[in-house]
């Protein structure tokens, strides 16, 4: 089983970048998708994107499309986030997750092996 840990989040300002990172540990990291999700303060977590197996395919939720790109480097068994042009409602705790296979690339519930989360805060 996959075990994620998520890192690159802090600070930043309304239209700047962060490069997200999700290491995984185990020798079945090529053969998951793994998507990213985002909770703020008081709200669901929710779906940011996903990527599949390959890297090949991703997916992304509307209001990220066009400024977020998710990456992975099966080698490095890490999945990257960039994310460009960022939004004060961008702010929340970003996840990493291990899709199970046969799922959707979406639901909350499809996704397992959550990382500890990284806090991203965007100032106005």
């Known amino acids: 089983q996959v075990q994620l840990a998520e890192s690159g989040g802090g600070l930043v300002q309304a239209g700047g970048s962060l490069r997200l990172s999700c290491a995984a540990s185990?020798?079945?990291?090529?053969?998951?998708?793994i998507g990213w999700f985002r909770q703020a303060p008081g709200k669901e977590r929710e779906f940011v994107g996903a990527?599949?197996?390959?890297?090949?395919?991703?997916y992304y939720v509307e209001s990220v499309q066009g400024r977020f790109a998710i990456s992975r480097d099966n080698a490095k068994n890490t999945v990257y986030l960039q994310m460009n042009s960022l939004k004060p409602e961008d702010t929340a705790v970003y996840y990493c997750?291990?899709?199970?296979?046969?799922?959707?690339?979406?639901?909350?519930?499809?996704?397992?092996?959550w990382g500890q989360g990284t806090q991203v805060t965007v100032s106005s």
């Open positions: 997750a291990a899709r199970r296979s046969g799922t959707t690339y979406y639901r909350v519930s499809d996704f397992g092996s």
């Open positions: 185990g020798r079945t990291f090529s053969s998951v998708s």
């Open positions: 990527i599949n197996r390959a890297g090949d395919s991703t």
